[in-house]
């Protein structure tokens, strides 16, 4: 089979399959990158360009609401997986367990992720309301009114907030594909801690978590890069205040380019540029550390 | 033991409320009227205000901006897909020097953050007249959503047995016939997952929509809810009832596709 496959390539056939594929991929993707890091060492403004070094990446360096953006963003991607997958890992126990009505609970934990950020970020605007709004309700039903606030429109818990709704959404997913993850380790193993009577949580430490590591790295992983992007859910509910405690780079490079009026696409292709490298780096980084990788199959 | 369970059952049912009542209060104040929901926000609709609907539809500019994410997301998906399974095809069936440099490219794309490309894509669409139009952005959606579509089939295509395409050359196929005639029916469940995949992806897309498009008549249905919410912040009820217009096709994908939906959505984030 090898041999006759190796035989020779049919080269129009190949080319035939690859040119579309390719030249949507060059124009619109591979391009883009390319311009997006010149213009970094450029002032780009409407009708002239003006190469300037390294100037953007020295101001870069200087720019406070760039760190501010960059510490947000960290403390999202870092925090925001976590609780998702352990959260998600206690769901997928409780079906795995076979609880009653565990197809119901199944496709009811994994409606958030259909939704859009934007759906989302309305939804919570709402249950974040001072007035009205579910979470303050809730606190002075239970008589705690000195805890009711404007969730998103106090500094200090706008973040906080933001990270929950993450949480929200994606845990029932991290939940179906640990589900998928424990259906396929063999019967056998569980059934064998079982015997050996160490306890649920003996069972899930020293069984369950190592059985399934490659999968629970895998969703980490996934998690951490998708906090890194985040975009649409701040630009719905905070545009990245009060007081850039919810900027995120995204934000930050959206309005350098599209709101502030300086109209320089210089100095927002260079924010870009050390960002791109920073996720490039930090997913190489994350995913050498953690190496494993299991494919999941269709 | 049956204390436990109860115990277990109520932390369960807690969460499911957490989870699904966010969607159902939506649902309940889409079909009441704003001032109905200042009286009460969490009240059991009296009346059903199905008009709500039609008035959002035909009065508030939906029918615009559900026609043109219908328009997007249908050609981009199609696009999409057939130009996804060539290549991924190709990739997987045949062997030349190139093929694993391009696979590889192809696969590290699909970590790269939207930032990178999104102010160039300005650009490029300005300069080239697809700037706030929608065969523009179509396109767009097309590349930023092949890298993860070749790579989902690529690795179906590959599981096929190659004798199988052997087999239909002798019998006389050329390349092209074995790929429409042979692989593409084999390939219809992994090409129906990323079709399902992609609808939804694409449908909720914000980020390049917003920076590609400024036109009132060529907003995407999450540009004009987020317009919407803007201009008419008060009014609740009628924000409510856009919102489940964006939200009413992904949930009959889902209620009639669930399992596949999930299949795809757990493919796509095992990259």
Redesign the interface.
Known sequence: ??E???LR??????T???L???T??V???A???V??LW?SLHV?LPNRHEFVGLANFVELAKDDIFWRAVRNTLIWACTSPLFEVSIALV?AL?LYAK??GARF?R?????????????VG???A??YNYD?G?VN?ALRWLGLQDWARPWLGTPATALPALILVTS?MW???NM??LL?ALHSLPSEVIEAAELDNCGWWGKLVHVIVPLTKG?LL??LV?SF?GK??I??LV??TTKGGPLWSTET??TY??KR??EWSTFD?GY??T???V??AI??AS?LLLSWLLRQR????? | MRLR?TL??LL?GA??L??????V??AMMSVRTTTEISRN??AWPEQWHWHKFADAWFGSGYQVYFTNSTLVVCSAVALLTL??A??A???A????RANRT?YFI?FS?I??????????????LVQYGLYNSLIGLT??Y???Q??LT?YLLE??FQRI???LF?AARIDGYG??EV?WKIALPIAL??LS?TVILNT?LL?????YA??LITDESSRTL?LG??RF?GDQQQD?GM?ATG?MI??VP??LI?VFF?EKL??G???G???
């Open positions: 089979m090898h006759a496959r190796a390539t049919p080269w129009r056939a190949v035939l399959f690859l579309p594929a390719l949507l991929y124009a619109f993707t391009y883009p990158v311009k997006t213009n780009v769901l409780a609880v009653p609970f496709i009811a934990w994994f409606t958030p992720v259909l939704m859009s950020y934007v759906v309305i939804i919570w709402w249950i009205w579910a309700v929200w845990a029932g997913f179906v594909v998928a999968t895998n969703l996934l890069i890194m992007k975009f649409d630009w719905i780079v995204s490079v959206y380019a599209f696409l927002p292709s924010i870009a540029s960002w791109f996720v490039i997913v299991e494919k999941l199959e269709f | 369970q277990v059952l369960l969460y499911t957490f989870a699904a009542g966010p969607f209060w939506v926000h969490y130009v996804g060539m290549a095809y190709a990739l069936r045949y062997r030349f391009i192809l794309t970590i790269f953050p939207p930032q990178i490309t999104v102010i160039a894509l300005f650009q490029i396109l767009v097309v590349a930023i092949l890298p070749i690795t179906f047995p190659g004798e052997d390349e092209l790929f469940p992994a997952t939804i449908w909720n897309e914000f980020l917003v920076v999450p809810i987020q919410m609740t924000i919102l964006a939200i992904v949930v889902y669930s999930i299949k959505m757990t493919a984030a095992m990259k």
